[in-house]
């Protein structure tokens, strides 16, 4: 039997409810980040030059368990 797991909980940016994989999401001090909210701290830290938060593959779909 295959099953998938995945959380449901609020973005420490945006406070708006989402989906992600426990183990895959950004986050920042264990509080998980949306996927839009990443692309726009990304897009801002390409911008001036910083290095990009890394994006797991999956880190917004289902873990397989």
Request: proline letters at 11%; hydrophobic letters at 30%.
């Amino acid at each position: 039997m295959t099953g998938y797991l995945y959380v449901v909980g609020a973005c420490f940016c945006c406070r708006q409810i989402f989906t992600f994989s426990p183990t895959k999401v950004p986050s920042y001090r264990n509080e998980p980040i949306c996927e839009s909210c990443i692309e726009r701290v990304n897009r801002k830290r390409r911008d001036e030059g910083r290095p990009l938060w890394p994006v797991a593959p999956g880190a917004y779909e289902p873990d397989a368990e």
